[in-house]
């Protein structure tokens, strides 16, 4: 969330933003731990305490009191029990991770991939991405997220969204199993369609897409005399753990050139989605990354103790906080690790930078599929 | 400390992500070495055709003579490396220092390299078989025996996967420029030494900048090379063997598997051929596939072991710039220990005896590296797991088998050194479809022959033989 141009010093904002994620505390676990309003996993979950976290957590910090969230408890049904009563009113989605071999981890959402993307909507600049502007969105589509929050967000600016179908279970089952050409042959696939669709006539101006397909779409694009800039698109939304400083001066650089903005971002069907600081060549291509607090809350902890921030510019593991009405996630331990940064002006709350996947499990996770 | 950018079909180009390599022993930071990411190496493929294009300018006999100019500048020259520069002294320090190999191999690897280029008429015209080399330039042309023939490039550039841990296989790829093919190198990460400097002498010598790219990186950037050359040499494991069976495109070299096979006319004279054994096994540290990991004879093999251990078994780590250190360290954390515990699970296994015991434990730890001193296991049959194992380091398992089963059990051997004067097998081992290389006598398995081809012929990988005719006026190139 961009908050209003600083009249304030650094640290009172730090401190107001502190003040504001404790009251969202208070007011999220109100929501969640109250018969009347909160959804069946966490009612029963507070039975089996002997204390009541609506008496006990009063800020963020009280969070810990309770015992450490385990992403086994997202898999399998009923997903009901996720429903909280106080929105059981509205229409409900549900959005899948993972699941290329058993049970994927689900998240029940109603408002908050809207109410998300039309945030992080307030960081795109016009003239980049412009009002009215149509959207291609060329990544992961079926049970993920992405595919309807962005089309939200294309639809929230004015546009209309063109989609590609892309399954990236099917694709890292391929290369679990070592069938590259065949990867290669789905990739051609998406990248024709895509192509297709941007050569007819649609006036797209925007696109989402991942880094893998932004180099195939690129390379596909000037095989044939063309470019992404030279078909209109002037913004770019990109998002992975493969954003490194490397890749998006290479991007910025070879891909897109002048004229094209590319907006790296990192999140997930958990946490929403955190923007990055502006990337520039000055600042060695840095990307650090900033959650819509408190809606989520993002902090960098240590290796060995979940429940301890390393300080500012050391390494740990990404640790993610969901705090809204629909979902309520504390202290998520994430597959990736970074470094901890300090808050700026427009994002007065700590981020993380250099995000790339945890080293315990970097091995087993495969990444950077689509 | 050398910083070494990647080489993008001559140009320079730092990348924001580095690797440190480090002396093995001390820690010391030799070079950061930028990494490359795989769409940079992808998008710069276009580029690809002008580096035959380039080279195809020069004829061939000028680009042999540039690589005999190279052979004298890579062996005697201070020579560029990355933004600074290194001497011929340094160049051996650096490679012992981040591969572990002692830096007397690393200077005989340098001989050998010298050697292979310095040659490199003769080289070709071997693995031509006499071939007029205007017809690899144009396409096509009569033979001296006038027929006409036509040989056709495959791709612009040839890729290769390059090891880390062992600088002897370079001698693979050094006929390539003078073919007029450009080189799209991806080095071991321990190992960047030689690709930068054999690029630097052959520029040195005359060759265009556009011809060579090197595209330092992990995994990923390998599997891209493999990806988008149409030609390329990878070396690996057995698992890179199996992924790449069967794809012509790709020419793989993994394990060796080599072997010497004492007939049963000559193994009751067993002790006449140990030096040849020992040497097979044990020079350039064991790290080849063209070092001996099995010795098979029908009987006297439990003696034939206990004579090898007690040569080599002795044998320590020293430091590398010792000029008597015959032991290279494992430079990458765990890998010492790792193969030593695929050993030891091999060990149990009934009818295997490890015949160094004796001699002290074979696993030394050291801080930052680790050593597997010489190790000679016997093998009561040819079916036990250890009995067809490669590791690198001077590893042999003596393994007792029939004659007659031998051929059937040796399973898929790169060098095989058959000493037999028996006739009717000497024909069999000729017609083995699985022995790559063959010596027929007490040849050391590691003794090459330069003119003769080493798992596939280079030229045949690169230049594809088909039919061509045409009437003299429709040809105009």
């Known amino acids: 969330m961009r908050t209003a141009t600083p009249k304030v010093g650094l640290s009172a904002r730090v401190q107001d933003a502190t003040e504001r994620l404790d009251a969202h505390v208070r007011d999220i676990i109100e929501w969640h731990f109250n018969h009347e309003t909160g959804c069946p996993f966490w009612l029963d979950f507070a039975s089996t305490l002997n204390w009541d976290p609506r008496r006990e957590i009063h800020c963020f910090a009280d969070l810990r009191k309770l015992p450490p969230f385990e992403d086994e408890w997202l898999r399998g049904g009923p997903i009901r029990r996720w429903v909280p009563k106080g929105l059981g009113h509205l229409p409900a989605y549900v959005f899948e991770t993972g699941g290329t071999t058993g049970v994927p981890k689900s998240r029940l959402a109603m408002e908050d991939f809207r109410i998300d993307y039309e945030m992080f909507s307030e960081t795109l600049p016009d003239k980049?991405?412009?009002?009215?502007?149509?959207?291609?969105?060329?990544?992961?589509?079926?049970?993920?997220?992405?595919?309807?929050?962005v089309e939200h967000l294309c639809q929230h600016r004015g546009g209309i969204c063109f989609c590609v179908d892309l399954d990236p279970r099917w694709v890292i089952k391929l290369i679990k199993q070592g069938r590259v050409n065949e990867v290669e042959m789905y990739k051609a696939h998406v990248i024709e369609q895509a192509v297709t669709v941007l050569h007819a006539g649609h006036d797209i101006r925007c696109l989402f897409t991942t880094p893998k397909l932004l180099e195939a779409l690129a390379e596909e694009l000037e095989n044939q005399g063309t470019s992404i800039r030279g078909l209109g698109i002037t913004g770019v939304f990109a998002g992975g753990t493969e954003f490194t400083p490397q890749f998006t001066r290479f991007a910025m650089e070879e891909l897109l050139g002048e004229g094209v903005y590319m907006t790296p971002t990192y999140g997930n069907t958990l946490m929403g989605l955190a923007c990055s600081k502006p990337v520039s060549a000055e600042d060695g291509y840095k990307i650090s990354y900033y959650a819509p607090q408190p809606r989520a809350v993002i902090e960098v902890v240590s290796f060995e103790d979940r429940d301890r921030v390393v300080s500012y510019s050391k390494t740990g593991r990404v640790r993610l906080t969901t705090l809204t009405r629909e979902t309520f996630i504390p202290g998520f331990l994430e597959r990736d690790e970074g470094e901890r940064e300090r808050p700026y002006d427009a994002y007065p709350w700590d981020?993380?930078?250099?995000?790339?996947?945890?080293?315990?499990?970097?091995?087993?996770?495969?990444?950077?599929?689509? | 400390m050398l910083n070494l950018p990647i080489l993008r079909w001559g140009q320079p180009y730092t990348s924001l992500d580095q690797d440190t390599v480090v002396h093995f022993i001390t820690g010391e930071a030799l070079a950061r070495v930028s990494q490359a990411n795989a769409g940079l190496l992808g998008r710069d493929m276009r580029l690809a055709p002008r580096a035959r294009k380039v080279l195809a300018e020069i004829p061939i006999p000028e680009l042999i003579g540039l690589m005999k100019k190279a052979a004298d500048l890579y062996l005697n020259d201070a020579l560029p490396m990355g933004d600074g520069e290194q001497t011929p002294d340094e160049f051996a320090r650096h490679q012992s220092a981040s591969t572990g190999l002692p830096e007397h191999m690393c200077k005989a690897n340098m001989t050998k390299n010298h050697f292979v280029l310095s040659r490199m008429d003769q080289i070709l015209d071997s693995l031509t078989r006499g071939l007029p080399t205007e017809i690899l330039t144009r396409g096509y042309g009569r033979e001296s025996r006038g027929v006409m023939v036509s040989y056709q490039a495959q791709a612009p550039v040839l890729g290769l996967v390059l090891p880390s841990n062992s600088p002897g296989v370079h001698t693979l790829w050094l006929p390539v420029i003078p073919m007029q093919v450009g080189l799209l190198l991806k080095p071991g990460p321990q190992e960047p030494w030689t690709p930068y400097r054999m690029a630097a002498a052959f520029l040195k010598a005359g060759v265009p900048k556009e011809a060579i790219a090197i595209y330092t990186g992990g995994g990923d950037i390998g599997a891209e090379v493999v990806r988008r050359a149409h030609r390329s040499m990878i070396f690996g494991g057995t698992a890179t063997v199996e992924r790449y069976k069967g794809d012509v495109r790709v020419q793989v070299h993994g394990p060796g598997f080599s072997k010497i096979l004492l007939g049963d006319d000559v193994v009751d004279q067993w002790e006449k051929y140990l030096d040849v054994i020992v040497d097979s096994v044990f020079l350039n540290s064991g790290r080849g596939c063209i070092n001996?990991?099995?010795?098979?004879?029908?009987?006297?093999?439990?003696?034939?072991?206990?004579?090898?251990?007690?040569?080599?078994?002795?044998?320590?780590?020293?430091?590398?710039?010792?000029?008597?250190?015959?032991?290279?360290?494992?430079?990458v954390p765990g890998a010492a220990r790792s193969i030593w515990a695929i050993i030891e699970a091999g060990l149990q296994e009934p009818g295997v005896q490890d015949m160094t015991t004796r001699f002290g434990p074979r696993l030394v730890e050291r801080e930052r590296c680790g050593y597997l001193r010489p190790t000679v296991i016997h093998c009561d049959s040819p079916d036990l797991e250890l009995a067809n194992t490669e590791f690198m380091f001077p590893f042999v398992s003596v393994v007792r088998c029939p004659q007659e089963q031998m051929l059937e059990k040796i399973g898929p051997t790169l060098v095989c050194s058959a000493i037999t004067q028996d006739q009717q097998w000497q024909r069999r081992l000729i017609d083995a479809p699985h022995i790559d290389r063959l010596n027929i006598g007490a040849l050391p398995t590691l003794k090459l022959d330069w003119l003769q081809p080493h798992e596939g012929n280079i030229v045949e990988f690169l230049f594809r033989p088909r039919a061509f005719q045409a009437s003299v006026e429709a040809v105009a190139v």
């Open chain 1, 128 to 149: 980049y991405f412009p009002r009215d502007g149509n959207w291609l969105m060329l990544g992961p589509s079926g049970p993920r997220r992405l595919r309807l929050a």
């Open chain 1, 351 to 370: 981020g993380v930078s250099g995000v790339r996947p945890f080293r315990q499990l970097a091995g087993t996770t495969t990444v950077g599929v689509y």
């Open chain 2, 292 to 331: 001996c990991s099995g010795i098979w004879a029908s009987r006297h093999t439990r003696e034939v072991a206990a004579a090898l251990a007690e040569r080599l078994g002795p044998v320590e780590p020293k430091p590398p710039e010792d000029p008597t250190c015959g032991l290279a360290a494992f430079t």
